[in-house]
């Protein structure tokens, strides 16, 4: 199909920076000029305040659209503080997991929603919650590509193995086009010895999938939430920012087979020296 590529980023443990990386990289892509829109599938709406709306003054959310209430033009917050369009979300979703439950075909609902507008923007990014249930399915039904968040630690292996196994599931049965688009390792620190065997295994048993770029831990990207803000617009010289810059990076060559421009080499090339000084350090 044309238009959009579609992702879905999942992970059905929670506290791994799944919402962080959903918003980050679609700040960044935006930055670079892609076309973006995010929709926020997590009753919390962390990544609908994340992206500078207020979650309690949507006038159309993801829980209207999704029960057929409005047009996913009326549910789009278009050009938000964070550079992308998105469609928004509250507690108020929690009505229309129950409806959905109630539908003949209930799994295809968002993906026909978003073919009508598919063809305007380059990528799409769902942010699951942190579980499988309704919400999450319709994302993996809609989506071209599963984003999979990580913290190398102990217990993300077996939680990896889990989610595999759900796209597995779901690949034979409602959405046979589905793939595990690319794993992303967050809170990543190069002087933790559990960190890095770990991530070998990553790269070891997922050589293709795993993507350069890590995501350290960083204060600056801890706030920036609270002000309503992607990093890079928050505090674009920290290293949090330009990691995701790096990422975003990465991510549009491996799937719109774009060459980095000047800017995103000079990104890349600083993150690098900080990785570098991080390890020996």
């Known amino acids: 199909m044309s238009g959009a590529k579609i992702f879905a980023f999942a992970n059905q443990k929670g506290g791994v920076g799944k919402t962080t990386s959903c918003v980050n990289l679609a700040a960044s892509l935006s930055y670079y000029q892609k076309r973006v829109l995010l929709l926020d599938m997590d009753p919390q709406g962390n990544a609908t305040m994340g992206s500078g709306v207020n979650k309690l003054t949507l006038e159309s959310s993801m829980n209207e659209l999704l029960q057929g209430q409005v047009s996913i033009d009326a549910a789009i917050v278009a050009n938000t503080p964070a550079g992308y369009d998105l469609v928004g979300t509250n507690s108020d979703l929690t009505e229309a997991e129950a409806a959905l439950l109630k539908k003949t075909q209930q799994q295809y609902q968002l993906k026909t929603v978003l073919a009508a507008v598919r063809h305007r923007y380059d990528y799409i990014f769902i942010d699951c919650p942190p579980s499988l249930n309704m919400l999450t399915l319709n994302a993996l039904v809609a989506a071209d590509s599963v984003m999979i968040v990580m913290q190398c630690e102990y217990y993300a292996l077996e939680g990896l193995t889990d989610l595999v196994g759900t796209v597995r599931q779901i690949q034979a049965t409602c959405n046979a086009d589905l793939q595990i688009g690319g794993i992303i390792r967050t809170m990543f620190d190069p002087r933790s010895r559990l960190c890095c065997d770990v991530s070998d295994q990553l790269i070891k048993h997922f050589p293709d999938k795993i993507f350069k770029t890590t995501i350290p831990r960083n204060v600056r990207l801890a706030e920036a939430p609270s002000h309503g803000l992607p990093v890079c617009l928050y505090d674009n010289s ?23 421009t000047a800017e995103n080499k000079a990104c890349e090339e600083q993150n690098e020296t900080t990785q570098q000084s991080e390890a020996v350090n």
């Not at 920290?238 to 980095?260: C, T």
Request: glycine share 4%.
């Open 238 to 260: 920290s290293k949090g920012a330009i990691a995701y810059l790096v990422l975003a990076s990465e991510f549009d060559q491996r799937f719109s087979s774009k060459p980095a």
